[in-house]
């Protein structure tokens, strides 16, 4: 089933698709800022049960402290749920939104194409962020997040101005146990195996954008906007 199965979409749904590292976070938290719509990340989401103890957070732990995927039907179950909100009818900001880190499987891609054709709905863009493998890693093992407030910096590309201190809140900076060394090749491996077969599968739907993200943060929003607008679907 296609996504945009006889209809035009009207909102901005995007899926942000790419190795991590790519930067797709750090995009998509400032686009969403911009653009008044919701980032769901579903990292992000996994992180906050984890931190609150549920049931979900205790299952999805193990998995990803080993750099390994959440099995699909946790997943679409929470994003499901969380899509489900974000378009009930509450108008045009919660209308939109940009999932990051999901789908990350094809079961999980056609999950996402029949939970929006049952509402009624089409992604109205798939945008790959481009970046070779040697600098995922570098970037991964240099990424430090706000424990307060969620925001990403990096050690190398974009430092805080104190060490360990984000610039935004005063937070201090962690980092993840799945950007420790130990993780990176593992969670590297399964985008391969599992997420990059994402890329046929929107590009033989010609929903897919490439963006070579081998460049500044700066940089890349400047493309990704201009993506935005020229490449609408
Ligand atoms: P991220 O912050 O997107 O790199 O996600 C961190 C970890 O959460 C991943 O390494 C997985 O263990 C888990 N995770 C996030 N999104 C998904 C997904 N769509 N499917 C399965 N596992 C996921």
Redesign the pocket.
Known sequence: MTPAAGSRPTGFRAVFLGA??AG??TQAQTLAKVRQILHL???????AEVAGGTELGLR?KS??????????D??IAM?EGRIGLASAGKGPITRDWIL??????VP?AEALDRALARAGMALSHVVFFDVPSPVLVRRLSARWTCARCGAIWNTESKPPKQQGVCDHCGGSLKQ?T?DRPE?VGQ?LE?YER??APLLDFYQSRNLLRRLDANRSPDVVQHALIQLIQNGAI
């Open positions: 991590p590292g797709k976070g990340s579903t990292g992000d989401m996994l992180r999805a998995f990803m402290d080993a750099g390994k995927l959440v099995p699909d946790l997943i994003v990051d880190g999901f789908p990350r499987t999980q993840r799945d993780a969670r399964v599992e997420t």
